[in-house]
């Protein structure tokens, strides 16, 4: 069974940063392609990065060159830095498998960022 916890979560002033952590448990970490998603009010869950498992990384239009994600295979953790945050970044933060989610999602991690 697919666990997921997501952390690091903060209320932030535009500009800050911030550094978000997941750690998975019932899959083979090392060969997942992993993401982070992220779901702002009244909006649908968006990709926001995501890692393969050889680490080559993508990132969505509007964090590109501010967002990092990273992983750790042998903490089974993916992170996710965030730099220069803005408002409209503010959401809950998901990890899941990139490609095809998991059907089990963890519980996310609020990210506020205040103007």
């Known amino acids: 069974q697919v666990q997921l916890v997501e952390s690091g979560g903060d209320l932030v002033q535009a500009g800050g940063s911030l550094r978000l952590s997941c750690t998975a448990s019932g899959i083979i970490f090392s060969i997942n392609n992993m993401a982070w998603y992220r779901q702002a009010p009244g909006k649908q869950r968006e990709l926001v990065a995501s890692?393969?498992?050889?680490?080559?990384?993508d990132y969505a239009d509007s964090v590109k060159g501010r967002f990092t994600i990273s992983r750790d295979n042998a903490k089974r953790t993916v992170y996710l830095q965030m730099n220069s945050l803005k408002p409209e970044d503010t959401a809950v933060y998901y990890c899941?498998?990139?490609?095809?989610?998991?059907?089990?999602w963890g519980q996310g991690t609020q990210v506020t960022v205040s103007s």
């Open positions: 890692i393969r498992r050889s680490g080559s990384t």
């Open positions: 899941n498998r990139g490609g095809t989610p998991f059907d089990s």
